[in-house]
């Protein structure tokens, strides 16, 4: 394997911190300021994975140079804007590289937000005679090339991880490069599941799980390097555990779930431990074991209290009461609610997990519809739901299909049949890229529940188009 182009791992090169760029998030979170490269990546046309650990690097100084990619993304946000204008090292002094023409700026008229223009920059393409860009490794640009936007196509690219670490795990101890392309998987399964939902990705998620532990088996150079690839193996089996979850594989999922678990219990990774029994929690709601989930989203909290994050807290909060409503404890799901709500109001904190980037206000409120649905109060439990529709981030096309679900059958339920038929209507033109056996499992619910309400407005035009629906695949 060729050796990582990244440049913290360079002994002779002491980290600079880069304040220009730390100066640029100004009083945004990472995860905010993540969020905000990655709505501008999609203006023009590129795809990036970017979270508050990316954010966090870039400002240690670890990142001294970004790859092409992150280059059109920064200078679209910056525009008139040089690399080194944002604190980055010349291209040609990283690894004595060569450099490609920089991309030109972006004019713009003063009064616009960089992020409100428009570029002249095209998608992303790979140079044939490039080397690695820098910051990749080669398992890195092997294992997620650009894919397409059908959910096939895109499962693709997570497949060749496997192929391109088993062979060294055997020989070799891991190294850097080896450890970042564990936690590149964990960022790319997230966001293709954000795009495309669950069915389709799962078995082909598996192959870098089993990669990831392969590596961890075979060792590593050095401490930290064994604790980035614990930590990442641990996020990497909750992500594959979700797809496994979300596509109806139960099983499936409280193993991965578990595996995770005990990868946190050895290393004593609090965080790592907190996210397994968040997972584990809303599982066991799902598996119709509610009193499970209540006593893993309460392991969740104690794990979790040290970390210092009142959002994430506040998710396991909203675990809690999706447990408590399982059980048909108003009271108790109520108190969790409560809580839950207050302790977002507090606000993002760069304590917050990465893997937190989906928790805004659309999911509070999603969550909270939920919850009100399975106590049974439809009316309340689609309040929420259509607050959650309206709020959902359009990057996270799983969820807005989910909230409009739930919003669907809220409706259909609370005797509103002509509203439930649209916003199901709503969710068949998402599944045309969105692939969740949860959400068709949703949508078949609603579908019942208006078969007595054919003569409704819109009410046999969706279960029409409903009943068209190829079955899911598990695959």
Same mark, same amino acid.
């Given at each position: 394997?060729?050796?990582?182009?990244?440049?913290?791992?360079?002994?002779?090169?002491?980290?600079?911190?880069?304040?220009?760029?730390?100066?640029?998030?100004?009083?945004?979170?990472?995860?905010?300021?993540?969020?905000?490269?990655?709505?501008a990546a999609r203006e023009i046309g590129e795809r990036v994975s970017c979270d508050a650990r990316y954010v966090g690097r870039v400002e240690a100084g670890e990142i001294r140079c970004p790859n092409y990619a992150y280059e059109r993304v920064f200078l679209h946000m910056f525009p008139g804007r040089t690399l080194t204008d944002l604190g980055f090292a010349p291209r040609s002094t990283v690894r004595g590289r060569g450099a490609r023409p920089a991309a030109p700026p972006v004019a713009a008229a003063a009064h616009e937000h960089p992020r409100d223009r428009d570029a002249p920059y095209g998608a992303h393409r790979p140079y044939p005679n490039d080397p690695l860009n820098h910051e990749e490794s080669d398992v890195l640009r092997r294992a997620f090339m650009t894919g397409t936007g059908a959910t096939v196509a895109a499962a693709?690219?997570?497949?060749?991880?496997?192929?391109?670490?088993?062979?060294?795990?055997?020989?070799?101890?891991?190294?850097?490069?080896?450890a970042a392309a564990v936690e590149e998987a964990v960022r790319r399964i997230r966001l293709l599941d954000d795009q495309h939902g669950a069915d389709g990705l799962y078995r082909r998620a598996a192959e870098p799980l089993r990669a990831a532990y392969a590596l961890l088996d075979a060792g590593a150079t050095r401490q930290t390097t064994a604790e980035r690839l614990h930590s990442g193996a641990g996020e990497l089996a909750i992500s594959v555990g979700w797809l496994a979850h979300d596509s109806g594989r139960f099983d499936?999922?409280?193993?991965?779930?578990?595996?995770?678990?005990?990868?946190?219990?050895?290393?004593?990774?609090?965080?790592?431990?907190?996210?397994?029994?968040?997972?584990?929690?809303?599982?066991?709601?799902?598996?119709?074991?509610?009193?499970?989930?209540? !006593?893993? &989203?309460?392991?969740?909290? #104690?794990? +979790?209290?040290? /970390?210092?994050? *009142?959002?994430?807290?506040?998710?396991? @909060? %909203?675990?809690?009461?999706?447990?408590?409503?399982?059980?048909?404890?108003?009271?108790?799901?109520?108190?969790?609610?409560v809580r839950a709500q207050a302790l977002f109001g507090r606000g993002m904190s760069d304590a917050d997990p990465e893997w937190m980037s989906f928790?805004?206000?659309?999911?509070?409120?999603?969550?909270?519809?939920?919850?009100?649905?399975?106590?049974?109060?439809? !009316?309340? &439990?689609?309040?929420?739901? #259509?607050? +959650?529709?309206? /709020?959902?981030? *359009?990057?996270?096309?799983?969820?807005? @299909? %989910?909230?409009?679900?739930?919003?669907?059958?809220?409706?259909?339920?609370?005797?509103?049949?002509?509203?439930a038929a649209t916003a199901g209507l709503r969710v068949l033109d998402l599944l045309a890229q969105v692939q969740s056996s949860r959400i068709q499992s949703m949508l078949a619910g609603t579908a019942r529940v208006l078969l007595p309400h054919r003569?409704?407005?819109?009410?046999?035009?969706?279960?029409?188009?409903?009943?068209s629906l190829p079955r899911p695949r598990r695959g």
């Open positions: 394997m060729a050796s990582s182009t990244d440049t913290s791992a360079q002994p002779d090169r002491p980290l600079r911190p880069n304040t220009v760029f730390r100066q640029l998030r100004g009083r945004r979170s990472p995860a905010e300021f993540a969020a905000l490269v990655r709505r693709a690219t997570l497949g060749p991880l496997g192929t391109a670490t088993d062979a060294s795990a055997a020989s070799r101890r891991a190294g850097t490069s080896e499936d999922a409280r193993s991965h779930y578990a595996e995770a678990l005990a990868t946190s219990r050895m290393t004593g990774d609090a965080g790592l431990e907190a996210h397994a029994f968040c997972n584990t929690a809303f599982l066991a709601r799902d598996a119709g074991r509610p009193r499970e989930a209540v !006593r893993a &989203a309460q392991a969740a909290q #104690r794990a +979790a209290r040290p /970390l210092g994050s *009142p959002r994430l807290m506040s998710l396991l @909060a %909203l675990r809690e009461a999706g447990g408590w409503a399982g059980l048909a404890d108003r009271t108790g799901c109520e108190q969790a609610l928790y805004g206000e659309a999911e509070l409120a999603g969550l909270e519809a939920q919850c009100w649905s399975t106590l049974g109060d439809w !009316r309340r &439990a689609s309040r929420h739901a #259509r607050r +959650a529709t309206r /709020l959902q981030d *359009p990057h996270f096309s799983r969820n807005i @299909a %989910l909230y409009t679900a739930e919003l669907a059958d809220d409706l259909a339920r609370d005797g509103h049949p002509d509203e003569r409704a407005s819109g009410v046999a035009d969706f279960l029409d188009r409903h009943a």
